[in-house]
């Protein structure tokens, strides 16, 4: 029904990868599912939401190049490996994708949006549920902060975190690196108003 990998089939795919000598440092896993999935299904029926899905997998098989890959992990989630030079193109494209469903002789435009957690792989990581867990982490953050997840990774780059620091558990950071991350979630946050104690402490 879908053209693309499965779980066991993503965790396969790496593991070819890794056999042949290919190296991830440079690559971000997202984890992603479609914004009001469940309204889109309402709205167009459950069999032409199945065509929604269609269309993401058609759309993804056709954006991703080369050795970027991705999977369905269930519903409307989707796991995705991404080289992070491509990254946020990729994102961007994602959400600005239509979706046209055809009913009762006339067709309706689907505008589709996603909810996403990006993860960058560390060198030291061999396991696909460890970094989907932690894409997966990283998506309920944005979610429950109410945060553009990649949005969030593009202000800690402009606050001079380096990838290097992104990969390293918050407790193994500097004082006034921590400082910068609760600034970046803070302005990644909508608010008619934001007001700061000492920001700039530690900085």
């Known amino acids: 029904m879908y053209e693309c990998l499965n779980t066991n089939g993503l965790s396969e795919t790496f593991k070819q990868y890794k056999q042949a000598g290919f190296e ?9 599912n479609v914004c009001k999935f469940k309204a889109i299904n309402e709205k167009v029926g459950f069999e032409n939401g199945n065509k929604v899905l269609r269309f993401i997998v058609s759309s993804l098989n056709n954006m991703l190049t080369g050795d970027e890959f991705f999977a369905r ?10 080289r992070q030079e491509n990254l946020q193109h990729r994102l961007d494209a994602l959400n600005s994708m239509v979706c046209m ?3 009762d002789g006339r067709t309706i435009p689907v505008e589709l949006n996603f909810r996403m957690g990006v993860y960058p792989i560390a ?10 867990e932690n894409a997966s982490i990283a998506y309920s953050f944005a979610r429950e902060s109410g945060i553009d997840e990649s949005l969030f990774l593009a202000m800690l780059a402009k606050l001079d975190v380096s990838k290097e620091q992104m990969e390293k558990d918050m407790s193994a950071l500097s004082a006034g690196q921590k400082k ?24």
Request: with cysteine.
């Open 24 to 32: 991830f440092t440079d690559y971000a896993v997202v984890f992603m």
């Open 73 to 82: 992990i269930g519903g409307d989630n989707f796991t995705l490996f991404l």
């Open 101 to 103: 469903i055809p009913i």
């Open 123 to 132: 060198p030291y990581m061999t396991d696909t549920t460890e970094m989907v």
């Open 180 to 203: 910068k991350v609760l600034l970046a979630r803070s302005i990644c946050q909508p608010k008619h108003l934001h007001i700061w104690d000492e920001p700039m402490n530690h900085i």
